[in-house]
């Protein structure tokens, strides 16, 4: 689906000055000229080497030159078009589209009622039945919560089959590794009849391992996700202060080399891969050494996504409903609304954590889930602004109502206020009723939502014989790896 845009338009809440982008553009390029990247993938340094990067036979740090790396960002598309398995399922990244996508990687899951546990497939499969639900979610990602009953070396057959299955939005797939990309494709193409991924199925996330790292695994998966023409979303989650500089500038300076270095490499390896500038970085609390996801650092790195993706002409990738809060509180409310709220002011276009994350990533959780929903209707609805046509001014039913008078039983407030933003679990009655109601708190309302549309759901319609083509391999596949 392709969002419309905004009757009223709302200014990028841009931090940095055109003189500041090209100023990160060069300190990045110093990095990558002069210090260079370490490539831990033979055919990634090989391909490198044969474009006249200089690579260090015995470190594998790789230093690119300035002209292979900006020839490489030309080739990118400003855009493109994930495909779901129905065409009303298809969304637009980039151009002003912008996929929300549920939060990706948890170990652990917080249900309402329940203490927190490790998350096992089932869950999985409940947060695959919420995403294909919530309408404003439109791709269902790749690991929603990481199923700890699974078999590490088949959950990408697992996951990714189940994503095919459940639901018919995009979907993402694993870039550890050149095979298990590889058997992620090969699933996507059994399920579209299109074995030769013509189109953009399946996006995925490349991550880089700060300070200046590209791994064997993570460069392999990129450059066989970039083969298949299968969007690459290159994201360092740059610790400032730990991974990177603790001074912003810096941080984002490192980011950008290695979110370049991955860029040149897919486009390398197949010019014209659609590429996403990913940016999910932010500062450690040097207190307690941990992530800081929902602080207002990473809310300024969210806006750096939104500017250098407009500078390079790609899409972008960062924020979400982001917090570091245990449980859902204040804490979580305060910083998650923050977070999507600049996220989609910034005009970033792939939205991983839009939904559901908890606890620095390290938590799922189904009722933060269908709040973060919430949230992005409250941004959205923002976003969109308001008319100023002579119906929207309504000066005749002004000029017709008495002094003191109201608008409730007019025609144009019926026709008009239906308009208005109905939150789905926001409670907005009287005190009188809410106690009547049982006083209940947002996070008791939003498990009675996750179960109402857990009930309701339903599977896509999908045919059989590509049903029983992916169950059967899947099935040897996994035979294959466990044997």
């Known amino acids: 689906m392709t969002r419309a845009p905004s009757t009223v338009d709302t200014p990028y809440p841009d931090r940095l000055s055109e003189a ?27 391909l490198l080497a044969e474009n006249g990067c200089d690579v260090d036979a015995e470190t594998d740090v790789v230093t690119f030159p300035r002209d292979l790396v900006e020839d490489a960002m030309d080739r990118a598309p400003s855009s493109f078009t994930l495909r779901g398995r129905s065409s009303d399922a298809d969304v637009q990244v980039g151009d002003g589209g912008y996929a929300l996508v549920p ?84 699933l996507v193409g059994i399920a579209h009849d299109d074995p030769d991924l013509s189109e953009p199925y399946m996006a995925s996330t490349a991550n880089s391992v700060s300070p200046r790292t590209w791994d064997t695994k993570m460069t392999g998966g990129l450059l066989e996700y970039a083969r298949h023409g299968q969007p690459v979303v290159v994201s360092p989650a740059v610790m400032a202060a730990a991974s990177g500089p603790a001074t912003l500038a810096g941080a984002m300076a490192l980011a950008n080399a290695e979110i370049l270095a991955g860029f040149t ?43 250098m993706s407009r500078y390079y002409d790609v899409p972008a990738r960062a924020g979400g409903g982001l917090t570091d809060a245990k449980t859902i509180d204040e804490q ?34 189904p009722e933060k889930f269908v709040l973060d929903c919430d949230r992005v209707r409250y941004v959205e609805k923002f976003q969109d602004g308001f008319g100023l046509d002579e119906e929207s001014f309504a000066l005749d039913l002004i000029e017709e109502i008495e002094p003191g008078g109201h608008f ?3 025609r144009h407030t019926l026709t008009h206020s239906s308009n208005f933003l109905r939150p789905e679990i926001y409670f907005r009655d009287s005190y009188d009723t809410w106690a009547e109601d049982g006083e209940r708190d947002a996070f008791e309302r939003a498990n009675e939502r996750v179960e109402d549309l857990l009930d309701a759901y339903e599977r896509p319609p999908i045919d059989a014989d590509i049903a029983a083509d992916i169950d059967r391999y899947v099935e040897e596949e996994r035979a294959a790896i466990l044997d």
């Open 332 to 365: 979580a409310g305060t910083e998650a609304t923050l977070q999507m709220m600049l996220t989609l002011q910034s005009g970033i276009n792939f939205v991983l954590h839009a939904a559901g994350v908890l606890d620095s990533y390290s938590t799922a959780s």
């Open 20 to 46: 500041g982008l090209d100023e990160i553009h060069e300190k990045a390029i110093t990095i990558l000229e002069d210090i260079g990247i370490e490539v831990g993938h033979d055919e990634g340094r090989r």
């Open 103 to 186: 939060t990706g990687g948890p170990p652990n899951i917080l249900r309402y009622g329940e203490d927190r546990r490790p998350s096992t497939i089932d869950d999985y499969e409940d947060f695959l039945k919420l995403a294909h639900e919530e309408e404003v979610i439109t791709s269902t990602g790749y690991v929603l919560c990481e199923p700890n009953d699974v078999v590490e070396e088949t959950k990408h057959l697992e996951m990714v089959s189940r994503n095919l299955l459940f639901s018919d939005k995009p979907l993402a797939g694993s870039c550890y590794g050149a095979d298990r990309a590889r058997a992620c494709a090969e």
């Open 408 to 410: 409730l039983n007019k």
């Open 265 to 307: 490499m897919a486009q390398l390896a197949n010019p014209g891969t659609p590429i996403v500038y990913g940016l999910p970085s932010s500062n450690i609390d040097v207190r307690y050494g941990s992530f800081a996801i929902g602080s207002p650092e990473g809310a300024l790195f969210v806006t750096f996504a939104g500017q």
